[in-house]
């Protein structure tokens, strides 16, 4: 038997009561008629080869019954050998491939990720307004390389399907090399996102470009709204905890650099274990505020480098039973709903945080994707600037 495989198809086309998802087992399920040459490529080649060999059929049947001395003129047996010929270019050259209205769009993490969800909800939706369908493809485990790698190589074996699509990548140091030959391989255009997979623009394969926001401005916006705070409540010596995971290294690594060459005095705590996961950071918070209050000292400030990790910092918070703890200010980045909202209460822990706004980013991909297939030379990298979100 199989292995079943979660992939569900978004789109203007047979949407479902479900809000337009179709979940299935293992291969597509489409509702287009065989002859739909941009949603079923394949079946289109088949029928127009099945045509014009009845095509053929009859050419050959015409000379060999002598029917061209009889009842049917000549011209018949043009038009008809005209209309195999025909027939199978359209089978065998498949110029539709320009005319296909699917795209993949491959993320990295799903299940905890909020800000990868509303991704999706916007390209889906910005696709929608095109006229395209998306089909998404979830990896087993959350930012694990070799789980997009797996589906990759699925994009690569059919690449005819698809007018090129979206990836979000994970653990990009260990899987570049097949970034790079996916692009080569399915020579359609591929829009990365979130984490970029190449440290210089002459990197990037031709069909390749990135949209997302630069973690090293992430950081920044973090660690200034960090010293005005830490500056306004008169804290000459802090400590400031960071929770990070190594998918987003820079984003910590820029913020401990602007912090430091702001409060040279600060004390800064860095934990790059976060895995991006809500429970494990606040297992994490709780680790790290015990060894502080056995050297008798306290966070002034908690940095986490997405509202998932955040989260899980404000749940440690509020369950230690100390009233001190419960104060200390906590910073994400996403922008999600519920940070939002947390922070709008003005009595949570959760002060600020960075956001990433999703309907933008996706907005600018699927725009450049559009550009790239009718041919446009477009930028490489595009690097949004974040804000930071404080309720006010």
């Known amino acids: 038997m199989g292995k079943t495989v979660r992939e569900p198809i978004f789109g203007p086309h047979g949407s479902t009561a479900d809000g ?3 979940w299935h087992t293992g291969h597509e399920v489409g509702a287009m008629s065989i ?10 080649a088949v029928a127009t080869s099945v045509f014009s060999g009845l095509c053929v059929a009859l050419v050959v049947a015409s000379f060999k019954t002598d029917l061209l001395n009889g009842t049917v003129p000549s011209w018949t047996v043009v038009v008809l ?17 320009r005319g296909i209205r699917r795209s993949f769009l491959l993320v990295s ?9 509303e991704v999706v909800h916007n390209i889906h939706r910005a696709l929608y307004r095109r006229g395209r369908d998306v089909v998404l493809k979830i990896p087993d485990r959350d930012y694990v390389g070799a789980c997009v790698v ?5 994009i690569q074996a059919r690449p005819s399907e698809y007018a090129g699509g979206f990836v979000i990548p994970a653990e990009v140091n260990l899987i570049r090399s097949d970034l790079v030959d996916f692009c080569r391989e399915v020579r359609q255009p591929v829009v990365f996102m979130d984490v970029e997979p190449f440290d210089d623009e002459r990197d990037y ?6 949209v997302g926001y630069d973690p090293r401005g992430i950081g920044e916006v973090a660690a200034n709204w960090v010293v005005d705070h830490l500056t306004i409540a008169d804290r000459p010596d802090p400590v400031v905890l960071v929770i990070g995971d190594r998918e987003q290294c820079r984003r910590q690594q820029r913020f401990v650099e602007v912090l430091k060459a702001r409060i040279p005095r600060a004390r800064v705590v860095v934990d790059e274990d ?15 505020l015990d060894q502080l209050r056995i050297a008798g000292q306290q966070a002034s400030v908690i940095f986490c480098t997405n509202d998932e990790m955040a989260l899980g910092v404000v749940d440690a918070l509020l369950t230690t039973g100390s009233a001190d703890a419960a104060k200390i200010p906590v910073v994400g980045v996403n922008g999600s709903p519920e940070a939002r909202a947390l922070i709008d209460t003005g009595n949570s822990p959760f002060r600020a945080t960075v956001v990433q706004d999703p309907y933008r980013a996706a907005e600018i991909a699927v725009d450049l994707l559009e550009k790239m297939l009718g041919g446009d030379k477009v930028t490489k990298r595009h690097s949004l600037r974040p804000e ?4 006010d």
Do not use: K
């Open 388 to 391: 930071i979100y404080t309720g």
């Open 109 to 117: 993490a799903f299940s905890q990720h909020h800000w990868i969800g």
């Open 205 to 210: 394969p031709e069909n390749a470009a990135f």
């Open 35 to 44: 002859l739909d040459r941009d949603q079923h490529p394949a079946r289109f």
């Open 20 to 22: 337009g998802r179709r």
């Open 274 to 288: 976060g895995q991006a996961a809500r429970l494990r950071a606040g297992a994490i918070a709780r680790r790290h």
């Open 81 to 97: 050998a005209a209309t195999a010929l025909v027939s199978v270019g359209l089978a065998w050259v498949q110029p539709w491939r």
């Open 150 to 154: 797996h589906h990759l190589r699925h």
